[in-house]
């Protein structure tokens, strides 16, 4: 009796398995989107947009980081197939008191996701300027092929909430 699943079908299997691995984010979560504003108007298809979406640090309790990507529109990105730009700004912030939950390494990655079908996809990266007791955020985007020098980079200088005195961001780098 022949096996119900074909070469051409485990094919399929692996390769919706692998998109979906590499669509998963770095942390646990997903970031919110806080509002799209639409910058080119498509007749049929949905709008070219910039979308404004909020994070909070995996790693890092009372940080909270916004990033704006364009997302395409059109027939493309209505089924998913368009590639995205490399054009992405980022600004992180203290929102409360900062906690370490565990020791992290210089250019540790925060966040990630696809931007094309397969090869392209954006990271957010995280490391300290133990001089400054500062996170630096950066956001960018590379591809297997022909990378990207598009990039952005935000700072998050820790500082006192309350009574406590702000944790040294070096005594939390591996």
């Known amino acids: 009796m022949p096996s119900p699943l074909t070469r051409s079908g485990l094919a399929a299997l692996a390769l919706g398995a692998a998109l979906v691995a590499v669509a998963a984010p770095a942390g646990a979560e997903e970031p919110d ?3 799209r504003k639409s910058t080119v108007w498509k ?12 994070i909070d640090d995996p790693d890092v309790e009372g940080v909270a980081c916004h990033f704006t990507v364009p997302e395409r529109g059109g027939l493309k990105g209505m089924v998913g197939l368009a590639e995205q730009t ?4 980022l600004a992180c912030r203290q ?6 939950k565990r ?10 996701e696809r931007r094309s079908l397969f090869f392209k996809k954006m990271q957010i990266v995280r490391g300290c300027d133990a001089k400054r007791n500062t996170l630096v955020y950066m956001v960018y985007t590379d591809k297997i092929i022909d990378g990207s020098p598009k990039n952005s980079t935000s700072s998050v200088p820790l500082m006192p909430w309350g009574t406590e005195p702000p944790p040294r961001c070096a005594d939390f780098v591996k």
Do not use: C, H, N, W
Request: no cysteine; net charge negative; hydrophobic share 45%.
């Open 86 to 89: 490399s054009d992405v700004s």
């Open 103 to 112: 020791k992290v390494d210089q250019g540790d990655e925060m966040f990630r």
């Open 33 to 35: 989107l806080i509002f």
């Open 43 to 54: 007749l049929l298809t949905p709008d070219d947009k910039l979308a404004v979406y909020g």
């Open 95 to 100: 929102v409360g008191p900062i906690k370490f």
